[in-house]
């Protein structure tokens, strides 16, 4: 608890990014164009499964919610750092800055969770194509996605609610762009050790045992290909892996870059940077990779432009 004589604080500072005075408005609108980019680009794809019949399938029922948690996760940091771009005084109250940390938590280890269960889903359909539709049931497909969004409920809770029982004295400014959950920490007055335990041993398991899950889906795949080895195989295996892949790279890629490089190479510009890479860069890449490199989507684009002519 802090003494008499400190203060509680009731908001925190933002101070954003590294960014010159005279560069402001070009990175505001940079960083508009990327937001928006991502926020159209997911639309696009939650709008075209749903209408579509032909992508009502187990594989678009996860990546509509993948697009739904990349469109919400950017939007939880993007437009208050516009906002703040825009500000002479970058404030966030102290309830919108746990309410940012919870949702910022949520959305990321919802898409981490999701990731998991796309792997399963392509494992299931190389591995056991016969058996793909009795295995990948409707009703065994929801339970999944429900699993995901309870989960990550839960881990964003426990998180916020140790955040809430710290205490903010004199120092408020926070050296990042939105309410990091170790920044915040830093600028705690309180023990902060039950906080730490609980980040290393959740985040821990909530990172690297979803990875390991991955990991073991794709060495059965690429074994279940090896035993039968053929050009149409791996030519399958590139068309309905490729674009996961793509995806598992750069936001494994980036969550590695961040946390699991060495400490001496840590600052807080690479902390930024490299958060801003999986906060806005990879949500706005993703509908891309999954546009650009997936015959169905594509074809769903084609035959929604096609009806559009037609009426």
Known sequence: MPGKNQTIISEFLLLGLPIPPEQQHLFYALF??????????????????????????????????????????????MPK???????QIPSISY????????????????????????????????????????????????????????????????????MARLSFCEDNVIPHFFCDMSALLKLSCSDTHVNEVVIFIIGGLGVVLPFL???VSYARIISSILKVPSTQGIQKVFSTCGSHLSVVSLFYGTIIGLYLGPSAYYSTLKDTVMSMMY?????????????????????????LFQKKTIF
Not at 35 to 59: A, E, R, W
Not at 81 to 87: E, P
Request: hydrophobic share 55%; net charge neutral.
């Open 95 to 162: 309830a919108s800055c746990l309410a940012q940390m919870y949702f910022f938590l949520f959305f990321g280890a919802l898409e981490n969770f999701l990731l998991v269960v796309m792997a399963y889903d392509r494992y299931v359909a190389i591995c056991f194509p016969l058996h793909y539709t009795s295995i990948m049931s409707p009703r065994l497909c929801v339970s999944m996605v429900v699993m995901c969004w309870v989960l990550t409920t839960f881990d964003a809770m426990l998180h916020t609610l140790l």
């Open 213 to 215: 899950l991955i990991t």
């Open 279 to 303: 906060t806005v860069v990879t949500p706005m890449l993703n509908p891309f990779i999954y546009s650009l490199r997936n015959r169905d989507m594509k074809g769903a684009l084609k035959r």
């Open 81 to 87: 750092l516009l906002l703040n771009m825009q500000s």
């Open 32 to 77: 508009l164009a990327m937001y928006l980019t991502t926020v159209l680009g997911n639309f696009i794809i939650i709008i075209l499964i749903q209408l579509d019949s032909h992508l009502h399938t187990p594989m678009y029922l996860f990546l509509s919610n993948l697009s739904f948690s990349d469109l919400c996760f950017s939007s939880v940091t």
